[in-house]
Structures are given as C-alpha cells and as structure tokens.
C-alpha cells in the first residue's frame, strides 16, 4: 500500500479539497458513480485509460474519504458495488460546474493542453454514448479541418 512521505498541509478549505480530490480519475469516478452504481469493471469501461490497480486504489482512497461506499453482495462470485455517500453527492454540483466551465473555455483549454503538451496537431471533438455521457474523440488535423469546412 502507498504511504505518503510528506504530511499535508490542511490549512484552508482548498488545502482540504485537493486532499480529498487530487488524482488523476477521482472526480470522473465520482461522476459515472453519480449516474448509477457501478462495479469496478464497469468504471473501468468508462474510464478505459485508468489501469484496474490505480482505479482500485483512487476507490479506496474515496471510500476512506467517506465519499463513495461500497456494497459487498454475498454471491459468488463476489459481487461489489459503489455508490455515492450523501457527503460525496454534496460534490456533484461543484463537478457540475466544473464540467461547465470546462465546456464554456474547451477550444482555450485545449489548445494550451496540447501546447503544453508539445502536439501540434490533433484536435478533439465531442461524442457520446449510449447512456449521453460525454466522452473526448481525437481527430486528426485532416479531420478536424474537414469538420470545420462543413
């Protein structure tokens, strides 16, 4: 199990927050858990980036947080379910900003992100899936350029 070396600063409220939220995956799990309860394997799904171990560890983290619970069904095999805790449902509203504030300033955010990231080319669009959940789709400068013709 990973321990941390340094002890947190827990000063202020954003000090506690980025405690609580700072992670790669945390808030999009908490966003997909919002939508429905769901198995590991299904957030996996979702979020296909996130290897099994590291999702494994952030819901763990979330739990000991007390912002997600888990549900162990007595089946075999085991069964187990996540769903969100009255404390972390009290996030969503702020996730929800987030999101929309990520939505109003997608063209700025992305063009620095892939500055930052030294890409040159490649931009990114919109899709969904079938349950509406955004998801980002890469495309190539071609296509993207194509898209803009339309």
Same mark, same amino acid.
């Given at each position: 199990?990973?321990?941390?070396?340094?002890?947190?600063?827990?000063?202020?409220?954003?000090?506690?927050?980025?405690e *609580?939220l700072?992670?790669? #995956?945390?808030?999009?799990?908490? #966003?997909?858990?919002?939508?429905?309860?769901?198995?590991? %394997? !299904?957030?996996?799904?979702?979020? =296909?980036?996130?290897?099994?171990? *590291?999702?494994?560890?952030?819901?763990?983290e979330?739990?000991?947080?007390?912002?997600? /619970?888990?549900?162990?069904? $007595?089946?075999? =095999? $085991?069964?187990? !379910?996540?769903?969100?805790?009255?404390?972390? +449902?009290?996030?969503? =509203?702020?996730?929800?900003?987030?999101?929309? #504030?990520?939505?109003?300033?997608? +063209?700025?955010?992305?063009? *620095?992100?892939l &500055?930052?990231?030294?890409?040159? %080319?490649? !931009?990114f669009?919109? /899709?969904?899936?079938?349950?509406?959940? =955004?998801?980002?789709?890469?495309? %190539?400068?071609?296509? /993207?350029?194509?898209?803009?013709? &339309?």
């Amino acid at each position: 199990m990973y321990i941390k070396k340094t002890t947190p600063t827990l000063t202020c409220g954003l000090d506690l927050v980025g405690e *609580v939220l700072y992670g790669k #995956w945390k808030i999009r799990i908490l #966003w997909f858990i919002h939508i429905g309860n769901l198995r590991p %394997s !299904e957030l996996q799904r979702k979020i =296909p980036d996130v290897t099994r171990r *590291v999702l494994n560890v952030q819901l763990k983290e979330l739990e000991d947080h007390e912002l997600v /619970a888990k549900t162990i069904f $007595p089946v075999l =095999p $085991p069964k187990v !379910e996540y769903h969100l805790t009255d404390f972390g +449902e009290s996030l969503i =509203p702020l996730i929800q900003s987030i999101g929309l #504030w990520g939505d109003e300033h997608q +063209e700025r955010l992305r063009r *620095v992100i892939l &500055k930052h990231n030294g890409e040159s %080319s490649g !931009e990114f669009d919109n /899709a969904y899936v079938e349950d509406n959940t =955004p998801v980002r789709v890469a495309l %190539s400068r071609q296509q /993207a350029n194509d898209s803009i013709e &339309k």
